[in-house]
């Protein structure tokens, strides 16, 4: 091994060992432990995690502002960014693991607060989603067959409702199904994974966005496409691939339901400046699947296959049981 190879990981260790740190031993358990989904520290210096199963706790423990501050600006300095107060808000991959990293410093929050949003270190299968509650045994079955007949699915909920989750969860099923498939997947922040032996992950830069990627991505020979999360006015560009010999992609994108989905579709499409293109959605997409977190956990809330659009009527749908359903416009949250 060279001497230069040699600084490299001494130097990574270094920075390991430093964000260790400041941390602390609260974070770094936290981060080792695969029930944490997500890591916050709130303005008032107190520590509060998303516990897969109990939902947000505190912790009890605080961090100093001092400590917080200097843990963002080690991480700025790992990613090569900056974080003060003209450049308040740092975002990108904590480099210890992979996971998440959002911060915020003065003036914008009153002391340094962050928001750590682990990398999922447990792939659930259909099945374990049937064993603990979060989807029924026909829930389950309809998601296999959309995986099955090569339809394209919507995933759809609130932040935090566990969206990148189920789609690791698809994405094993379509591994299963089709390990001869070559999926190509795109992401803001590294999350999905994929066990499929041909696939290609890709992620956005300051200076290649969703849409650019999205149009190369057709010159590396997918047979699916998946994005991790939509956006922005990349949401055309996906719908045009779905709908020109690319089925069975999957798809997160922030809304509380089935037609709330597709409005949201619609906005972000409006992005790109051009009309909503409610005709398209209606073509592009087979399934979508709305996912909450309940009281009493992360909960799939509906299953609904989109079957048309009218201009008259608007959007039509089935659920899973075939019991036919209006997606009125009215019930968009």
């Known amino acids: 091994m060279d001497s230069g190879a040699t600084a490299a990981q001494e130097q ?40 897969l199963g109990e939902g947000m706790r505190s912790t009890g423990v605080g961090m100093s502002a001092m400590q917080a501050e200097n843990l963002l600006r080690t991480v700025a300095s790992a990613l090569e960014a900056v974080a003060n107060a003209e450049h308040p808000i740092l975002e990108g991959v904590l480099p210890i693991d992979g996971s998440r990293f959002a911060g915020i410093l003065p003036p914008v929050s009153n002391r340094p607060v962050f928001a750590i949003r682990k990398r999922a270190s447990l792939i659930f299968s259909l099945d374990d989603y049937v064993a603990s509650g979060v989807c029924t045994a026909s829930q389950a079955d309809a998601l296999r067959r959309a995986v099955s007949q090569r339809e394209n699915i919507l995933i759809v909920g609130s932040t935090g409702s566990g969206k990148t989750t189920l789609a690791n969860a698809v994405l094993r099923e379509i591994s299963a199904q089709h390990p001869e498939q070559r999926v190509v997947i795109i992401e803001d922040t590294v999350e999905l994974q994929c066990g499929a032996p041909n696939h290609v992950a890709l992620k956005t830069s300051d200076g290649v966005d969703m849409t650019r990627l999205l149009r190369t991505t057709m010159r590396l020979r997918p047979d699916r496409i998946v994005v991790g999360e939509v956006r922005g006015a990349e949401a055309l560009a996906l719908l045009k691939a779905w709908n020109t010999g690319h089925p069975g992609g999957v798809a997160t994108v922030h809304a509380n339901g089935a037609l709330a989905g597709l409005v949201r579709l619609e ?15 209606a073509e592009a997409v087979d399934l979508i699947v ?29 659920t899973i049981d075939s019991k036919v359903v209006a997606l009125e416009r009215t019930t968009a949250a």
């Not at 260790?20 to 358990?29: Q, S």
């Not at 303005?43 to 998303?50: P, S, V």
């Not at 977190?293 to 989109?306: F, M």
């Open 267 to 281: 906005q972000l499409i409006g992005e790109a400046n051009v009309p909503p293109q409610p005709q398209l959605i």
């Open 12 to 51: 990574a260790k270094r920075l390991h060992e430093k964000l260790e740190r400041e941390l602390g031993e609260t974070v770094v358990a936290a981060l080792a432990d695969p029930k944490v989904v997500e890591i916050m520290l709130n303005a008032d210096g107190y520590l509060w995690l998303d516990v």
């Open 290 to 318: 709305s996912i909450a977190r309940t009281p009493a956990g992360r909960r799939l809330q509906e299953i609904v296959r989109v079957t048309g659009y009218s201009p008259s009527s608007g959007y039509d749908g089935t």
